[in-house]
């Protein structure tokens, strides 16, 4: 299992940036995906979480309405629109396979490097 995590980087307050995940080693449309956080000092925290299919999704309450993940099974890569960045989303992010439990995600234990992203006020 592989996941190489890309488009991180430096982003002034209110900007956006598009995370991708791109999966391999596995049948990526047999899993959920997602991504999580972690600042520095705080523990690793779920972002937003997304079916196999694509057809439901989880989100923080923090990121919420500014947020998107998705996933292009044909590609074996997940998304993560982020919009609207605002100083406390600085963290680096880190792509995680693994299931749904009735609306609850458990990941499994198979992460990325991370990609850091950083806003600046």
């Known amino acids: 299992v592989q996941l190489v995590e890309s488009g991180g980087g430096l982003v002034q307050s209110g900007g956006s940036l598009r995370l991708s995940c791109a999966a391999s080693g596995f049948t990526f449309s047999s899993y959920a995906m997602s991504w999580f956080r972690q600042a520095p000092g705080k523990p690793r925290e779920l972002v937003a979480a997304?079916?196999?299919?694509?057809?439901?999704?989880n989100y923080a309450d923090s990121v919420k309405g500014r947020f998107t993940i998705s996933r292009d099974n044909a590609k074996n890569t997940v998304y993560l629109q982020m919009n609207s960045l605002k100083p406390e989303d600085t963290a680096v992010y880190y792509c995680n396979r693994g299931n749904f439990r009735g609306s609850f995600y458990f990941p499994n234990d198979y992460w990325g490097q991370g990609t850091q992203v950083t806003v600046s006020s």
């Open positions: 997304i079916t196999n299919s694509g057809g439901s999704t």
